[in-house]
């Protein structure tokens, strides 16, 4: 007898695509592989196909023309649950690239009241770089002091090194106070909400927009918006936008915008209280990345950075569930953890483990450094149970994962990519380990030890991707 299995595939532009993203699944994914789907068609209501396997096994499969896009699925008996899983993650995975098509042709605007008005864009190099060292477990910069850590040892001996490290432990006390300058606004009880609007736009329009206008004019758009808008006390909407853009002779599809409204604060005070941790500071960063982050020494003096593009591509409770993971951090005291793992690793190198880094120094250092990112994935593996068991609902946290991780993810499902995604230096495990391992956790509150369970996890999934 068959079973019925459903999902859902979020939309996260205007709704007006969802047959254009029907067509696009069809045409560059069920119609390029005929010896996997058949009976392709599609209606008014969705898109219809039947995924086999020489008729052992089939999946009847309806995806309905809606917003969530709503996946109905008739399972064969002898059918492998494996499949399901896998058609999920393609599906997304297509949806995914369409939407980064419609993304690439995007104008997006957003404010925060009485904040400076600011260009939407991608951080420079610099400030990437500076963002992912003062961020979660402040790994990257440990690393670079350890290369800095050398020279000064070579040049001044231990009392080099030894005030090297306290200046390096300042850093760290001061992270919170470093990180908040690299926000761009500041979100408070008094001024908790992000204005979001957006504008899709064809390839060929976008061009000649682009061509049309330049950055200062566009900044000039999104100050009239304002004036008109959050200035006199109303929300900012894509009607007013028009109206804005129409005196700069430019015609928007009213079917291809959309606009949105987040009360980050709320979402941030939910999880402190979960929690039960006291209420870190909140920075918006002005740019298009999906991604959150937290530093600080102590939980006290917690900074939270969230993106503006975590508040386009997330729901809220997934918003929730990923701040929730950045508590995690902040509530272990990850960053003065890792500080003294760093740190004391060098305290041996220079003492006990002297003589194997006289015979192999280049070996040394390099299985070193990566041993130490492989500890901080038993960090970033424990952040991720924190919250499912604080905020609840693994399920979601996996979902935002999927949808910020999505590329990575992509070359991660390769047999031929799983090593690799272990070896490489990064503080966090593959992403495909954290989402199967966040959607197979039933009852996240039995778990005792969050590092501990992490801590075994991470070993039996590097021990799984070797085949052991």
Excluded at 85 to 105: A, P, Q
Excluded at 182 to 198: A, D, F, L, S
């Amino acid at each position: 007898m068959s079973k019925n299995k459903s999902f859902l595939l979020d939309v996260e532009i205007s709704s007006d695509y969802v047959g254009e993203i029907l067509n696009f699944i069809s045409r560059n994914y069920l119609q390029r592989q005929p010896e996997n789907f058949k009976d392709i068609h599609k209606t008014r209501n969705g898109l219809f196909f039947t995924v086999f396997d020489k008729e052992l096994w089939s999946v009847d499969v309806m995806l309905k023309a809606s917003n969530p896009i709503a996946v109905d699925m008739q399972v064969s008996p002898d059918t492998p649950d494996h499949i399901l899983d896998e058609l999920r993650e393609d599906l997304l995975l297509v949806v995914k690239i369409y939407e980064e098509n419609i993304n690439n042709s995007t104008l997006y605007f957003a404010w925060v009241e009485g904040e400076d008005i600011i260009p939407e864009e991608f951080p420079t190099a610099r400030k990437r770089l500076s963002i992912r060292m003062l961020t979660s477990n402040l790994l990257l910069l440990y690393i670079v002091f350890f290369f800095v850590l050398i020279v000064l040892f070579l040049l001044f001996g231990v009392y080099g090194v030894f005030g090297f490290i306290f200046i390096q432990f300042c850093i760290v006390l001061l992270s919170d106070k470093i990180f908040k300058r690299i926000g761009n606004w500041k979100i408070t009880e008094k001024n908790p909400y992000v204005h979001i609007v957006q504008y899709n736009l064809p390839n060929g329009e976008i061009d000649q927009f682009k061509e049309k206008f330049n950055k200062d004019d566009i900044l000039q758009m999104k100050k009239e918006i304002y004036k008109r808008s959050l200035a006199v006390g109303k929300e900012p909407t894509c009607e007013l936008g028009e109206d804005v853009f129409e005196s700069y002779g430019m015609v928007c599809n009213p079917q291809h915008r959309s606009s949105k409204v987040v009360n980050v604060y709320k979402i941030v005070e939910t999880a402190v209280d979960k929690f039960g941790l006291p209420m870190p500071h909140i920075v918006i960063t002005n740019n298009m990345v999906p991604n959150a982050a937290a530093t600080g020494p102590s939980p006290n003096r917690g900074v939270v950075m969230i993106t503006t593009g975590l508040l386009v591509h997330l729901k809220e409770d997934e918003i929730l569930s990923v701040i929730g993971h950045e508590l995690g951090h902040l509530q272990g005291r990850d960053p003065l953890i890792l500080f003294a793992i760093v740190s004391g690793e060098f305290i041996l190198r220079l003492t006990v483990l002297l003589p194997i880094v006289l015979l192999a120094p280049f070996l040394y250092i390099i299985v070193v450094i990566w041993s130490i990112f492989f500890v901080a994935k038993f960090f970033e593996a424990r952040a991720d149970l924190v919250s499912a068991i604080k905020i609840g609902h693994p399920e979601v946290l996996a979902e935002a994962l999927r949808k910020i991780g999505y590329q990575r993810l992509a070359y991660e499902r390769k047999p031929s990519s799983r090593i690799p995604s272990w070896l490489r230096w990064d503080t966090h495990p593959p992403i495909y380990f954290r989402i199967d391992r966040l959607e197979k956790l039933k009852k996240p509150e039995d778990i005792k030890n969050p590092l501990i369970t992490s801590i075994k996890d991470v070993f039996s999934g590097f021990k799984a991707a070797f085949g052991l």
